[in-house]
């Protein structure tokens, strides 16, 4: 053991080995659990955890979900079961996805404010339920839209100006719902000022805005895509989403958030872009969240159903080292299991 090591003057002599002196012995702070845990630098915890949930309409659904193992698409009613049990376990907030029939999907999303809508429905459901529990629900129109985009299509181009209008109202339709927190994930420049001065002139100035400031256009969304059956009917989100490449405009996206009254910003997805995440986290005194996504999912479920990879273990890791690059909370859809097992 390398307590038991004697010290030695200079270079030692064992079996013709040349021994180093070492003073420092990074080892010693290793040698026990008691004392990993004394120098522990980072601590993932159930509060740091936000858990997205699907929804769907009908009552006593559980609808799998192909590509992402374990998650399912859940009616109101069982969601608010499943939601119950994740706050019991000791997690604080519940980030929604309606999940819609084509036959409520149109140019302009019009069924995104409908007052009676699903997941206006689920929002008072779970608040009726669990008053303690923070909703978060997300704004962008592809749930909505019959292009399964973000905003609205004109002549294959995303209108930015005229999607900021629906987006706003929509915010203000989930905040008379009963929503604590509004996420818009669409990308739109100039939305969170917008949708900040619809909630504040309907007189939500307590509810609170989660910004996907740097959402990437990536491919790890693909599993999410196939929950809500979102796939742009054509073309792709990389006129509004993210450049993969980018590390710099991610911060000047987190400023003008920041300017435009965002309370919380994200870095999405997660594992990719931990190099993002550390940087929005040194530049912003915002907290900052990460989105530990669909395709993150599917990628650690995948290999660890082939037997490739310890779930219990990669998962840890991987949500720690979310924490270590400076997110101080995490959406995943491991929420509720690694709840159960901190
Ligand atoms: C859409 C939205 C997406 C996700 C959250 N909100 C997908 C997309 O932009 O196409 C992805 C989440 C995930 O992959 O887990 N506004």
Partial sequence: ???????????????????????????????????????????????????????????????????????????????????????????????LFPALPDSLKDRVGTESTNPDGLLQRTVRQLKDALPELAVITDVALDPYSSDGHDGIVEDGEILNDETLEVLAAMSVSQAEAGADIIAPSDMMDGRVGR???????????????LSYSAKYASAFYGPFRDALDSEPRSGDKKTYQMDPANCEEAVREVFLDEEEGADIVMVKPALAYLDVIARVKSETMLPVAAYNVSGEYAMLKAAARLGWLDEDAAVMETLLAIRRAGADMILTYFARDVAERL
């Fill in 1 to 95: 053991m390398a307590n038991k090591e004697p010290i030695q003057d200079g270079a030692a002599e064992t079996d013709g080995l040349e021994m180093p002196e070492l003073v420092s012995r990074p080892r010693r702070n290793r040698k026990s659990e008691a004392v990993r845990s004394l120098v522990r630098e980072t601590h993932l915890r159930r509060d740091n955890l936000i858990w997205p949930l699907f929804v769907v309409d009908g009552s006593s659904q559980k609808i799998p979900i192909d590509s992402m193992p374990d998650c399912f698409r859940y009616s109101p009613d069982v969601l608010v079961t499943e939601a119950k049990e994740a706050f019991k376990r000791g997690i604080p907030a519940v980030a």
């Fill in 195 to 209: 949708i900040r001065e619809a909630l504040d002139a309907a007189g939500f100035t307590g509810v609170s805005i």
